[in-house]
């Protein structure tokens, strides 16, 4: 059995947070990716969002994933993980996720899921925080 710990995430600055979601909404096809700049200091704090360089690549379907380099994130000042869109997908990580989590190097990162379910006209949205190793991954829905 895993453990679960409960993580506190502290959102200074909702209005990044906000304009990510409208971000991602506006692309229904492509993911979106941005790092997240904050601290870590007993909580994690999220303080803002910034958008590297990326490029759209295709993935599975018509779906198009992201493109970019760790080593960029990482330069980033005060950079403690990343953000991405799933368009069309209900909340949960993907393989790539599991595995790029650890490559990148994040403390933690978010996922902001968007779909509609079948019979139903209305969206439904998530944003997932998850942070510990692949085999800890630790979840907190908002
Ligand atoms: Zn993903």
Not at 34 to 51: A, E, H, P, S
Not at 53 to 75: F, M, R, S, T
Not at 99 to 128: E, H, M, P
Request: hydrophobic letters at 35%; proline letters at 6%; one cysteine or more.
């Amino acid at each position: 059995m895993t453990p679960y710990k409960a993580i506190d995430i502290i959102i200074t600055n909702t209005d990044a947070i906000t304009a990510f979601k409208r971000k991602a909404l506006k692309s229904p096809k492509f993911e979106i990716l941005g790092v997240l700049i904050g601290r870590v200091k007993g909580k994690i704090y999220i303080d803002d969002i910034v958008y590297p360089e990326q490029e759209a690549v295709n993935g599975p379907g018509d779906l198009c994933k992201i493109h970019y380099w760790p080593e960029e994130l990482q330069a980033i000042p005060g950079a403690i993980g990343t953000i991405h869109s799933h368009p069309s997908a209900e909340p949960g990580l993907s393989k790539e996720d599991m595995t790029s989590q650890a490559t990148d190097g994040d403390v933690v990162f978010a996922i902001y899921s968007f779909w509609t379910k079948k019979d139903s006209v209305r969206r439904s949205t998530s944003l997932d925080f998850y942070c510990g190793s692949p085999e800890v991954i630790v979840s907190t829905g908002t």
